[in-house]
T-cell receptor, first 113, second 112 residues
Framework: SQTIHQWPATLVQPVGSPLSLECTVE??????LYWYRQAAGRGLQLLFY??????ISSEVPQNLSASRPQDRQFILSSKKLLLSDSGFYLC????????????FGPGTRLTVT | QKEVEQNSGPLSVPEGAIASLNCTYS??????FFWYRQYSGKSPELIMS????GDKEDGRFTAQLNKASQYVSLLIRDSQPSDSATYLC????????????FGTGTRLTIIP
């Protein structure tokens, strides 16, 4: 069965510090991968998605970036965090076969102070 | 106009009653529709998917889709306190791009 991991689970970072969040998927090959952010009391905002290694599409211009160095690894980064970057960061995967069902990882709760 | 709209709630339903959650979408070309459950502080969990007009039942959950009216709903029968959560409606709105657009969710509280 497929499993998706995210770490760390929680993170408190000062404004201006760098960020690196990691997501890995087990039990599937060539998944589509997604990064979402959920701000307090708000809906899910798609940040990035990837259909393959090195292929990243950005949905919202911001100070975040994403990379996919391996088939089942997706990384979200920032060089300098802003207060507005606080939120619940969720990684999700779906299969490539035209099925749109997405499955979420446990998430990382980021607080920027 | 928002692409996917849900009543934010909160929706309060007595234990054992039927909870009805509604969602409308704007893209007439959408073909795939999903309901996710999100407990407080947790990540969303996929509970239902529906692709064709009509009803789809899975245990106590029934998803209903009406593409002509651009409307999808989720019914929860015999509501339990453990059903208290936020329910997110998601719609495929960019056919071929494999992306979902989520509503902001409806918070459901089951009253014992």
């Amino acid at each position: 069965s497929q499993t998706i991991h995210q770490w760390p689970a929680t993170l408190v970072q000062p404004v201006g510090s760098p960020l690196s969040l990691e997501c890995t998927v087990e039990g599937t090959s060539n998944p589509n991968l997604y990064w979402y952010r959920q701000a307090a009391g708000r809906g899910l905002q798609l940040l990035f998605y990837s259909v393959g290694i090195g292929q990243i599409s950005s949905e919202v211009p911001q100070n975040l970036s994403a990379s996919r160095p391996q088939d089942r690894q997706f990384i979200l980064s920032s060089k300098k965090l802003l207060l507005s970057d606080s939120g619940f960061y969720l990684c999700a995967w779906s299969s490539l076969a035209g099925v749109y069902e997405q499955y979420f990882g446990p998430g990382t709760r980021l607080t920027v102070t | 106009q928002k692409e996917v709209e849900q009543n934010s709630g909160p929706l309060s339903v007595p234990e054992g009653a039927i909870a009805s959650l509604n969602c409308t979408y704007s893209d007439r070309g959408s073909q795939s529709f999903f309901w996710y459950r999100q407990y407080s502080g947790k990540s969303p969990e996929l509970i239902m998917s529906i692709y064709s007009n009509g009803d789809k039942e899975d245990g106590r959950f029934t998803a209903q889709l009406n593409k002509a009216s651009q409307y999808v709903s989720l019914l929860i029968r015999d509501s339990q306190p453990s059903d208290s959560a936020t329910y997110l409606c998601a719609v495929e709105t960019n056919f071929g791009n494999e992306k979902l657009t989520f509503g902001t969710g409806t918070r459901l509280t089951i009253i014992p």
